[in-house]
């Protein structure tokens, strides 16, 4: 059974930093997609960043580009997502999402997500 668990939301204020952690399990092959999607009220889903287990290759939206770095540590089985110089857009809740076909993160379609974090940006 997959499961991811997420932490490290909080409250901070624009122009600040927070990390998110997202500890994975489950997973039989050594191929997938694991990253974070964000919702915040109103508005739709946004796929914010992922990295591929098998090669180490990330993607990020162009709102977070510059700003937030994500890694993966294999050996503690754990995806951060470092976010600097945040604005108060980036007040969302985020969910640890995790897909082993990696198009099917893309697609929005996965099937494993982890709980929400909560993160709120003040200005």
């Known amino acids: 059974e997959v499961q991811l668990q997420a932490s490290g939301g909080g409250l901070v204020q624009a122009g600040g930093s927070l990390r998110l952690s997202c500890a994975a399990s489950?997973?039989?092959?050594?191929?997938?997609?694991i990253g974070w999607f964000r919702q915040a009220p109103g508005k739709e889903r946004e796929g914010v960043s992922c990295i591929r287990s098998s090669d180490g290759s990330t993607y990020y939206a162009d709102s977070v580009k510059g700003r937030f770095t994500i890694s993966n540590d294999s050996a503690k089985n754990t995806v951060y997502l470092q976010m600097n110089s945040l604005k108060p857009e980036d007040t969302a809740v985020y969910y640890c999402?995790?897909?082993?076909?990696?198009?099917?993160?893309?697609?929005?379609?996965?099937?494993?997500w982890g709980q929400g974090t909560q993160v709120t940006v003040s200005s």
């Open positions: 999402v995790a897909d082993p076909y990696v198009p099917g993160w893309f697609l929005g379609i996965s099937g494993y």
């Open positions: 489950g997973f039989t092959g050594d191929d997938y997609a």
